[in-house]
């Protein structure tokens, strides 16, 4: 598959996202998108803002990059410790993994209580990343190694990044679901 068509795929796959969160969330009220099963439970509104904060947090480091800023420790030279690295990333947020994960504090959401309209945000968030993904063809065509914005020593490409945000993205819209079907 060549880049063009990975960056599509990929778009696609965040416009289904993006469907979704609208069609089984979008006509909930921000009580209801704000409501917890239990205590140890995410909310709707804090799996979106979560991902908006995963999402968002790559932005600094592309920008670093474009600006020849980025520096790369030891660990990105070696392609078979970062492939190892992101397949195991990959594998934990696979959608049908079941057994919860700590997310580093970084992407904790702040509050319990999002600010409303949390799906209106999450949608206008999924075009500018869509966008985002489109505008680095060129990084994506050279292989462009990046360091996690949560750890720098753990290393992968930027295809590797992006897959593993959009398939985090399906994840967390299957946890969000799961939270309206407890709540119902």
Known sequence: MNTNERISTWVNRIDHVTKQVESVFGA?????????????TWSIAENL??????????????????????RLGWSSKLGFLRNVLAKMILGSVEPTRK???????????????????????????????????????????KGQVICSPANKNITY???????????????HLNQAKEVVRSLT
């Open 28 to 40: 909930l009220s921000d009580a209801q998108l704000n409501q917890k099963p239990d205590p140890n």
């Open 49 to 70: 803002e979560h991902l908006i904060l995963v999402n968002e947090s790559y932005y600094p480091l592309i920008d670093s990059v474009r600006k020849g800023e980025m």
């Open 99 to 141: 057994r919860k994960m700590k997310t580093f504090p970084i992407w904790t959401p702040a509050a319990s209580s999002i600010t409303p309209q949390a799906v209106i945000r999450f949608v206008e968030h999924q075009k500018q990343l869509a966008a985002f993904i489109s505008s680095c063809n060129d990084l994506l065509e």
């Open 157 to 171: 490409t930027l295809a590797q990044a992006f897959e593993i945000i959009v398939t985090h993205e399906e994840r």
